[in-house]
């Protein structure tokens, strides 16, 4: 079978939304999406974290097909080094995945190195932890302290940002977030200005907060291009038309931040 290179054209990145399955009908059909290999992990997992499990890949793998042109089971992953999942047999489809309780996301773009993150905001037993691990020396020194509220959005805002571009970078949770430094605020949406990001001084960095909804955060980071945002939605096991076209919301368009 040829294979159709589509998706995303250049200059945008599109983010597909698909929440956890509640149904066993809505279950099995990311179940057949998966290959036999995800199947077996799916069953090794911990009861309570095979529905996210199972429509997170399966939208990875559904997605990722509509982009090609194939089969959902013909699609070929290999994994950097921190696990970044990469395209065989396409390198310029770069491919994002990130989940968190109740909801997945999967960016994907053909511009540059590109990483998606959601966090769910939750109440944090010791927020100066979590400081020490997101934020600099320079940015702790000036953290406004009535920006965190009580579910500390400023401090979960900063961290998705950071995470994405990492995860854009290929190291994800393996990198330094204190390396990062960006100024989103405390808001749900709009572009972000990348200030510093490790080993990357050259690169045209578009980073956006993608409003998923009012309890979680969510960004994205694009390498080279992204400058329009699409945001769309999947239910769980849903397989995109041939283009990957069912719109969401519509597009973001991505203000470029004026240089540092």
Do not use: I
């Amino acid at each position: 079978m040829s294979e159709v290179r589509r998706g995303p054209p250049r200059g945008e990145v599109h983010v597909w939304a698909v929440r956890e399955p509640e149904t066993e009908a809505a279950l099995e059909r990311c179940l057949e999406v998966l290959t036999p290999r995800e199947r077996d992990r799916w069953r090794h997992l911990v009861p309570s974290e095979r529905a996210l499990y199972a429509a997170a890949h399966a939208a990875l793998r559904a997605v990722t097909a509509a982009c090609r042109g194939l089969p959902p089971g013909d699609v070929a992953f290999r994994r950097g080094t921190f696990g970044k999942p990469y395209v065989a047999g396409d390198p310029g489809l770069r491919v994002s995945l990130s989940h968190t309780r109740g909801l997945a996301l999967v960016a994907v773009s053909r511009d540059g190195p590109t990483g998606v993150d959601v966090e769910r905001l939750v109440p944090l037993r010791d927020p100066s932890a979590l400081r020490r691990q997101v934020l600099s020396a320079w940015e702790a020194e000036r953290w406004p302290p009535g920006r965190e509220g009580p579910l500390h959005e400023g401090l979960f805002t900063h961290w998705t940002c950071k995470e994405a571009v990492l995860k854009a970078l290929g190291t994800g949770l393996a990198g330094d977030l204190t390396a990062v430094r960006v100024t989103p605020g405390a808001r749900r949406d709009g572009p972000v200005p990348v200030h510093h990001a490790p080993g990357s001084a050259r690169r045209r960095w578009r980073l956006r907060l993608v409003d998923v909804g009012p309890e979680f955060r969510a960004a994205v980071a694009v390498a080279g291009g992204g400058d329009v945002v699409r945001l769309r939605r999947l239910e769980p096991g849903e397989r995109p038309g041939p283009a990957g076209a069912r719109a969401g919301p519509g597009a973001c368009p991505v203000n470029r931040p004026r240089p540092t």
